[in-house]
């Protein structure tokens, strides 16, 4: 079965960085995009970054262009998002996503961000 499993959060100053990791499991990784989300208290889960499969080509949030950074190892089967400059409005709990035609969407179990002084 499809598994997703997040981690690297944690509590930062502004103006600092984490690297976010989601090991995925159970089904072709390479074949497929791969996404994260975020969900602040009180706000509806937002599509962060994007990473295709085919070129390896990215899409980012308005919010988080050049300050965060997706990644994939194929040979590991890891998605990553480096995150720099952090501002304390992208504190929220961090997913993986996967959405597989005719399967639909598979999350991880997420991983809180917490950007203050």
């Known amino acids: 079965q499809v598994q997703l499993v997040e981690s690297g959060g944690g509590l930062v100053l502004p103006g600092g960085s984490l690297r976010l990791s989601c090991a995925a499991s159970g089904f072709a990784f390479s074949t497929y995009t791969m996404n994260w989300y975020r969900q602040a208290p009180g706000k509806e889960r937002e599509l962060v970054a994007q990473?295709?499969?085919?070129?390896?080509?990215?899409n980012y949030a308005d919010s988080v262009k050049g300050r965060f950074t997706i990644s994939r190892d194929n040979a590991k089967n890891m998605v990553y998002l480096q995150m720099n400059n952090l501002k304390p409005e992208d504190t929220a709990v961090y997913y993986c996503?996967?959405?597989?035609?005719?399967?639909?969407?598979?999350w991880g179990q997420g991983t809180q961000v917490t950007v203050s002084s």
């Open positions: 990473i295709f499969s085919v070129g390896g080509s990215t």
């Open positions: 996503n996967v959405w597989r035609p005719a399967r639909g969407d598979f």
